[in-house]
């Protein structure tokens, strides 16, 4: 079964530092999401993206975060200046569509800042 | 936004026996998915159910749309169901999944 694949599995950045988060999504699939849940709390969603722009977003993603799909099948999550409050587990998801469809999760990448 | 309260919050079984799990949301909803977080961090999808009853193997889910709640249902408990079961859903006409805080299961032998 196709999966959404996350690199890396753990990732691990000085205060201050840009981070790069990366996905490949399922290959079909036209919707991508990013999520973040930080340590012991829930899922929290922070933004979505479809044909090249972001389709919706959280009062999470300020400018302090950025999405891009630099090629047709990776997907990413930049970081800028991180914070410690940062660090938390991020889950990419993708969805052939919106709405009446599931989406997939990665097994996550956890962002530990120090 | 939408608001999604799950119970119970813990939730303590001996291995082979069975539980359900609630969720109810706040407002009309196009998708509804039940995710297992094992002791990895790993969402496991566990159903897309945002209406109507599915199973698979020792777990159902049902949704009741139109009285804004869903059920997961888990029988003959192994330890390896132990975890944390998120329920997500997503308002008509919005692409993000809100999720509750989840049921926290321990399956003990």
């Known amino acids: 079964e196709p999966e959404v694949t996350q690199t890396p599995s753990h990732q691990v950045t000085q205060m201050g530092q840009e981070v790069i988060l990366r996905c490949v999504p399922i290959s079909n699939h036209l919707y991508f999401y990013w999520y973040r849940q930080i340590l012991g709390q829930k899922v929290e969603f922070l933004v979505s993206?479809?044909?090249?722009?972001?389709?919706?977003k959280s009062e999470i993603f300020d400018d302090q975060f950025s999405v891009e799909r630099p090629d047709g099948s990776n997907f990413t999550l930049k970081i800028r200046s991180t914070k410690l409050e940062d660090s938390a587990m991020y889950f990419c998801?993708?969805?052939?569509?919106?709405?009446?469809?599931?989406?997939?999760f990665g097994d996550g990448t956890r962002l530990s800042i120090l | 936004g939408i608001q999604v309260e799950q119970s119970p919050p813990d939730l303590i079984l001996q291995e082979g026996a069975n539980s359900t799990l609630r969720c109810n949301f706040s407002d009309s909803v196009n998708n509804l998915q039940w995710f297992h977080q094992n002791p990895w961090g790993q969402l496991i999808n566990l159903f897309y159910i945002p209406s109507g009853t599915k199973q698979n193997g020792r777990l159902s889910a049902t949704t009741v749309a139109t009285e804004r709640y869903s059920l997961l249902y888990i029988s003959s408990s192994q330890t390896t169901d132990s975890g944390v079961y998120f329920c997500a859903v997503a308002r008509a006409g919005s692409y993000q999944l809100t999720f509750g805080k989840g049921t926290k299961l321990s399956v003990i032998p």
């Open positions: 993206f479809y044909n090249n722009e972001i389709s919706e």
């Open positions: 998801a993708s969805s052939y569509g919106t709405g009446y469809q599931p989406q997939h």
